[in-house]
């Protein structure tokens, strides 16, 4: 079984630039939600998106935005990129809506420079 | 004050002892907690999660809660040189289960 899935692994980008993002999650899994991790630091919540609606989002900057698709893979997107956009991005999966028993993708290594 | 409060360690523990990671919340809403590993350039693994007062064990680690001191806390037994990793304390509400709050994390040093 394919787990979480993630593209691409590594990424590098201009101050200024877009970046597009993509997963996919577990099969049979319909929660994608996307996470932020700074270096030394936990995971931040940035969104969650359950068949295919935003169902939860954090503290994060309208320069931030997601999408589900049909199939349940998803794609974040952010605009205007600054420094401190670098992190590692994470993807996790779940079965439904509630956050019971989350898994992660292996992320995808930002660095904006 | 952080949601979730972990010590950063680094947590030196000797081969086969009992490593012992704890965690703090402040939420008392929050329903579920979750212990990942992550290794250094990983992605966090889910290894325990625990919903009700008392201890879960499964195989060689053990999750305590305790919801009126808001405590969590993971015992690793026998600890192995591949338990050395950073231990991220999770939780999250009913309020809001889409959204899991994370420590800082954890680092863990097994000793040969």
Known sequence: DAGVTQSPTHLIKTRGQHVTLRCSPIS?????????QVLGQGPQFIFQYYEKEERGRGNFPDRFSARQFPNYSSELNVNALLLGDSALYLCASSLGQGASEAFFGQGTRLTVV | ?????????????????????????????????????????????????????????????TAQLNKASQYV?????????SDSATYLCAASGYSSASKIIFGSGTRLSIRP
């Open chain 2, 1 to 61: 004050q952080k949601e979730v409060e972990q010590n950063s360690g680094p947590l030196s523990v000797p081969e086969g002892a009992i490593a012992s990671l704890n965690c703090t919340y402040s939420d008392r809403g929050s329903q579920s907690f979750f212990w990942y590993r992550q290794y250094s350039g990983k992605s966090p693994e889910l290894i325990m999660f625990i919903y009700s007062n008392g201890d879960k064990e499964d195989g060689r680690f």
């Open chain 2, 73 to 81: 806390s993971l015992l690793i037994r026998d600890s192995q040189p």
């Open chain 1, 28 to 36: 049979g899994h319909k929660s994608v939600s996307w996470y932020q």
